[in-house]
Nanobody, 120 residues
Framework: QVQLVESGGGLVQPGGSLRLSCVAS????????MGWYRQAPGKHRELVAR???????DYAESVKGRCAISRDNAKNTVYLQMNSLKPEDTGVYYC??????????????WGQGTQVTVSS
């Protein structure tokens, strides 16, 4: 059983910063890609950023220049550094992992989410 656990959310003032972390644990052979999605109240879940194994990161237009995704393969961890936060960045942030759990099996797994609130 593979699990993703996010941390680092919280309440921050506009213009502030947060660093989210997501740790994958369990039976993991390798991680193909990891990403961050967010869901604001009343809205669909949307991609914030993702990073492939050995590839360049992709970002939503709304966060380009303000966010940076990185991963530590040795720790099975992905980070999302968010700067210059805006109220519209408020939402539940979910980690998504595309994880190889056996030679024949890839699993797409969601974390439980962490709340980010940007408000003065």
């Amino acid at each position: 059983q593979v699990q993703l656990v996010e941390s680092g959310g919280g309440l921050v003032q506009p213009g502030g910063s947060l660093r989210l972390s997501c740790v994958a644990s369990g039976r993991i052979l390798s991680i193909n890609s990891m990403g961050w999605y967010r869901q604001a109240p009343g809205k669909h879940r949307e991609l914030v950023a993702r990073i492939e194994s050995g590839g360049s990161p992709d970002y939503a237009e709304s966060v380009k220049g303000r966010c940076a995704i990185s991963r530590d393969n040795a720790k099975n961890t992905v980070y999302l550094q968010m700067n210059s936060l805006k109220p519209e960045d408020t939402g539940v942030y979910y980690c998504l992992g595309d994880i190889k759990t056996s030679s024949r099996t890839d699993q797409v797994i969601w974390g439980q989410g962490t709340q980010v609130t940007v408000s003065s």
